[in-house]
């Protein structure tokens, strides 16, 4: 199994306060991402990274923001929680450039936006 | 706008028989395809993939099938078992940067004893 753990798995808050999630890794993978899952929308990319301090958009990045200080850890914040954000939330990590790799999953992180 | 759709939001199947998942693509320029399973509170885990050269990759009871002049594929699962109910997703790479991939909506299979 790879070497991708997040936190927390389980979170309830209130609309219009900051959250954090965190991605950790010890597999020293170059690329790193977050997805949401919702149903009836299968897994979106949020944001992902390509090294330390490198990162980029997804297709559904409005409202969240990420930080990349170290190979291992990528954290994904929503400054200001919205009821559009309950959702459960994957990490993935992948290591090679190119179509042919695969990407490896955490367990998710489950919001909840009250 | 769906690059990768799975028409289908469930399929059970008895025991034994074969299960077959569908996936549809709307961008021709995807070369490569996977299939990843879901079980409930974990991660996605990946399942058998197929490149656009091949028409047919297979894995032990796994095989996936591509029609790239319909743009479709579909993953069979023979004999299928209990263990394999789970969510199956479909999934293409493609976009800028670093090479992101796109998901179907995904599939629940549920095998009946």
């Known amino acids: 199994d790879a070497g991708i753990t997040q936190s927390p798995r389980h979170k309830v808050t209130e609309t219009g306060t900051p959250v954090t999630l965190r991605c950790h890794q010890t597999?020293?993978?170059?690329?790193m991402y977050w997805y949401r899952q919702d149903p009836g929308h299968g897994l979106r990319l949020i944001h992902y990274?390509?090294?330390?301090?490198?990162?980029d958009k997804g297709e559904v990045s409005d409202g969240y923001s990420v930080s990349r200080s170290k190979t291992e850890d990528f954290l994904l914040t929503l400054e200001s929680a919205t009821s559009s954000q309950t959702s459960v939330y994957f990490c993935a990590i992948r290591n090679n450039w190119g179509n042919t790799g695969e990407l490896f999953f955490g367990e998710g992180s489950r919001l909840t936006v009250l | 706008d769906q690059q990768v759709k799975q028409n289908s939001p469930s399929l059970s199947v008895q025991e034994g028989r074969i299960s077959i998942l569908n996936c549809d693509y709307t961008?021709?320029?995807?070369?490569?395809f996977l299939w990843y399973k879901k079980y409930p509170a974990e991660g996605p885990t990946f399942l058998i993939s197929?490149?656009?050269?091949?028409d047919k990759n297979e894995d032990g009871r796994f095989t996936v099938f591509l029609n790239k002049s319909a743009k479709h594929l579909s993953l069979h699962i023979v004999p299928s078992q209990p263990g394999d109910s789970a969510v199956y997703f479909c999934a293409a790479p493609g976009g800028t940067g670093a090479n992101n991939l796109f998901f179907g909506t995904g599939t629940r299979l549920t095998v009946i004893p």
């Open positions: 597999e020293n993978h170059r690329y």
């Open positions: 961008n021709s320029m995807f070369d490569y």
């Open positions: 197929i490149s656009s050269i091949k």
């Open positions: 990274s390509y090294g330390v301090k490198d990162t």
